[in-house]
């Protein structure tokens, strides 16, 4: 059905005089350039993609290639540094890819991009250990006031680092932040009592929650998650600290506009089928279906979220 509708879609949308560049694409693989280490999320989103893609759309193949270190920057950097002949596209994470931006340190810009539109998101938390006092937001924010707290976040400039700044201004408070390499050190720190809070993300932590060995004190997004019902957000708790990483398409700029036309819709089509859903839930993925236009509107009001937060606290 997906391979019949696009084929439809595309000979409404250019008429039959389709470019010989369409006749002939794809002549090979297609690389998706992810920019983390294989086994974690990111990684899992883009191959959740390719499995339906091959399944449903004849001629087209991938291959995975992940590009991991400095936060997302040398992956995010070849995306943007790759011939623009519709054989290489990218899955990006927010905010490391507009954080880098901030800081001077990308040698690419939005700009560098088509973006295709965002998959998934991974809701910002914040977590304790299991026997810790701090209960509430509130009680956090007390807790702050009263003495130094260590508080794990996952890398400068990341999606935690910048909620805890977020915090940190909500509140009125300063924290001892402890960046870490990954979330499996984060998880240790929380699971080991070695550190007071952390900033993460709800995939990270939901397991460890609902088994009794960390808890969860706080939500990070506009309204509660469906994965975790019971959880108030940090809003209904008084303060107003949003945060959320996104995992989304983009490609070089520059593609012909026929083969990115073909890509975009293949993954739309793809995020729109009942197939992806169902497997995304079973692979604890999830869901947050962006156009391009939306993504790239979303990406660019983020980037000036995250210049705010770097002017006052240079990283």
């Given at each position: 059905m997906?391979?019949?509708?696009?084929?439809?879609?595309?000979?409404?949308a250019?008429?039959?005089?389709?470019?010989?560049?369409?006749?002939?694409?794809?002549?090979?693989?297609?690389?998706?350039?992810?920019?983390?280490?294989?086994?974690?999320?990111t990684d899992r989103t883009a191959r959740l993609f390719t499995e339906l893609a091959e399944k449903n759309y004849e001629g087209f193949k991938f291959v995975i290639k992940n590009v991991s270190g400095?936060?997302?920057?040398?992956g995010f950097e070849?995306?943007?540094?790759?011939?623009?002949?519709?054989?290489?596209?990218?899955?990006?994470?927010?905010?490391?890819?507009?954080?880098?931006?901030?800081?001077?340190?990308?040698?690419?810009?939005?700009?560098s991009f088509h973006i295709m539109g965002n998959v998934a998101q991974d809701p910002g938390i914040v977590a304790v250990p299991k026997d810790s006092p701090i209960k509430t937001m509130?009680?956090?924010?007390?807790?702050?006031?009263?003495?130094?707290?260590?508080?794990?976040?996952?890398?400068?400039?990341?999606?935690?680092?910048?909620?805890?700044?977020?915090?940190?201004?909500?509140?009125?408070?300063?924290f001892n932040l402890l960046p870490t390499k990954g979330s499996t050190e984060q998880k240790a720190a929380i699971l080991g009592g070695h550190v007071d809070a952390a900033f993460m993300n709800l995939s990270q932590m939901i397991k460890q929650h609902k088994a009794g060995d960390a808890?969860?004190?706080?939500?990070?997004?506009?309204?509660?998650?469906?994965?975790?019902?019971?959880m108030p957000t940090a809003k209904e708790q008084g303060y107003d600290v949003f945060?959320?990483?996104?995992r989304g398409f983009v490609a070089p700029a520059g593609i012909d506009g026929a083969i990115q036309g073909r890509l975009d819709t293949m993954l739309s089509e793809?995020?729109?089928?009942?197939?992806?859903?169902?497997?995304?839930?079973?692979?604890?993925?999830?869901?947050?279906?962006?156009?391009?236009?939306?993504?790239?509107?979303?990406?660019?009001?983020?980037?000036?979220?995250?210049?705010?937060?770097?002017?006052k606290a240079p990283w």
């Amino acid at each position: 059905m997906l391979k019949k509708t696009i084929l439809a879609g595309f000979a409404l949308a250019l008429g039959l005089s389709a470019s010989a560049a369409l006749a002939e694409y794809p002549e090979k693989a297609i690389t998706i350039v992810v920019p983390s280490k294989a086994g974690g999320s990111t990684d899992r989103t883009a191959r959740l993609f390719t499995e339906l893609a091959e399944k449903n759309y004849e001629g087209f193949k991938f291959v995975i290639k992940n590009v991991s270190g400095s936060g997302g920057q040398k992956g995010f950097e070849e995306i943007a540094r790759a011939a623009p002949d519709g054989y290489t596209i990218g899955l990006v994470f927010t905010p490391q890819l507009v954080a880098h931006v901030v800081s001077g340190r990308a040698k690419y810009t939005l700009d560098s991009f088509h973006i295709m539109g965002n998959v998934a998101q991974d809701p910002g938390i914040v977590a304790v250990p299991k026997d810790s006092p701090i209960k509430t937001m509130g009680d956090l924010a007390e807790a702050a006031k009263a003495g130094s707290l260590t508080v794990a976040v996952n890398g400068i400039g990341s999606d935690d680092f910048l909620a805890a700044k977020q915090f940190e201004e909500a509140a009125g408070v300063t924290f001892n932040l402890l960046p870490t390499k990954g979330s499996t050190e984060q998880k240790a720190a929380i699971l080991g009592g070695h550190v007071d809070a952390a900033f993460m993300n709800l995939s990270q932590m939901i397991k460890q929650h609902k088994a009794g060995d960390a808890r969860i004190i706080a939500l990070l997004t506009e309204e509660r998650d469906e994965h975790l019902a019971d959880m108030p957000t940090a809003k209904e708790q008084g303060y107003d600290v949003f945060m959320r990483a996104t995992r989304g398409f983009v490609a070089p700029a520059g593609i012909d506009g026929a083969i990115q036309g073909r890509l975009d819709t293949m993954l739309s089509e793809i995020m729109a089928s009942d197939e992806f859903k169902a497997n995304a839930k079973t692979g604890s993925i999830f869901l947050l279906p962006m156009s391009g236009a939306d993504y790239l509107a979303y990406l660019q009001d983020l980037q000036k979220q995250t210049k705010a937060v770097y002017d006052k606290a240079p990283w």
